[in-house]
């Protein structure tokens, strides 16, 4: 056991866009070895009066081990340390805490003892680039606005994602919490954080096929449905989804037809893809990885096995740079706003300049409201 302070400084929420059911996180700094960290901790509330650990509470040690079996994908957020608090201060600034790295075994077999003690069980996370998360870039805060991936990129994270999922099953691990929040996108890597709803899955259990079509199912209706259309898939602007044990087997249930009106241009072998994931038809990864080769081979992709023109290669690095060229040139104009941002409260300038930089921040965001990338 050692001072909380002497481990941690704990900074600011960073998950006030989108918050958890299960837990606040916020940036920190471990001081062993100076990373910055995202630092989750359960939310008080979840704390048992009689010191039993809840669902809640069991989900943190569930979600340590999942995270460990999956350390060979390139796209699960990394655990890099964990532990319990004391204190029940919804932002744990104080205390004492014990820390036990990545021993996740540990870790579990500590439930009983620390949630009887009224301490609170952590993970500390890689902290992942607040603009990379995928429902803070379709900026759902923004009425109506709605933003979709390009079909190139999209392509791209589908198969990304279909191969983690692919991996998690042949590891027994079912992921099931799909939604934008938990996904982070830079326009090449995908990541996901959040497996604390995620489940092992035993084989020789009657529902594990059940849960492994669902995770594809999810995947389509939860994620992709959204990326390519800026929606919702219950067909409403987009909006946090709800996150508690029974939410998470309930939200997609009943979406079995996906409405592609809003998006007549794109490609309808993607939205046949989809559809068939979202009737339940695509039962394993390796199927949706198929599945979308297929579609990807219509965009100028190649795969062994299925053909793509000569041409329509050539045309697809064309797009890809040109795509590449409108992510600087965004990241351009939000550089220019926030200079021109910053220069106007300034103290002691003159009005006319103050007037003139608001103009300015003013025009760039009228331009990037109407952005071609989220
Ligand atoms: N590794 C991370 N890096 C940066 N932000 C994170 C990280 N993990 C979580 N967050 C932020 O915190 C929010 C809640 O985290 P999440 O893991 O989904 O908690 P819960 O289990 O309570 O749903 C996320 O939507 C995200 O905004
Ligand atoms: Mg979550």
Known sequence: MKNLVDIYRIDNFIDTFALGHYARVLEAQDKRNGQIVAFKVMRPEHLAAD???????????????????????????????????????EAPISGDIESFGRDVIGFSQGMEKFSNRGWRPYLALENLPRNENLFYQMRPDKPGLRLRLPTEEGLALALQFAEMLKLAHANSVAYLDHKLEHVYWDGIHFRLIDFNSSRLVDPKQADSEQLICND??????????????????????????????????????????LDFGVEPTLSPALEALL????????????????????????????FPGSYTSPISRDVRTQMRAGIAKMRRGQDQLREARDLFREAAIQDEITDDLEAELRRLVKSVNDMLQNRVIP
């Not at 449905?225 to 987009?238: D, E, M, N, R, W």
């Open 51 to 89: 010191g039993e650990p809840r669902w809640e509470y069991r989900a943190f040690a569930n979600e340590a081990d999942l995270l460990m079996r999956l350390t060979d994908s390139p796209h699960t957020v990394n655990l890099i340390d964990c532990g319990y608090v004391s204190g029940e201060n």
């Open 275 to 302: 559809q068939r994931g979202a009737t339940r038809q695509i039962t394993t990864a390796e199927d949706f990885i198929k599945g979308l080769h297929e579609v990807a081979s219509l965009h100028g992709w190649d």
């Open 216 to 257: 594809i199912h999810s995947l389509c209706v939860g994620i992709l449905y959204s990326i390519f259309t800026g929606l919702s898939p219950q067909k409403t602007a987009l909006r946090p989804q709800p996150g508690s044990v029974n939410d998470v087997d309930a939200r997609y249930q009943d979406v079995n037809s």
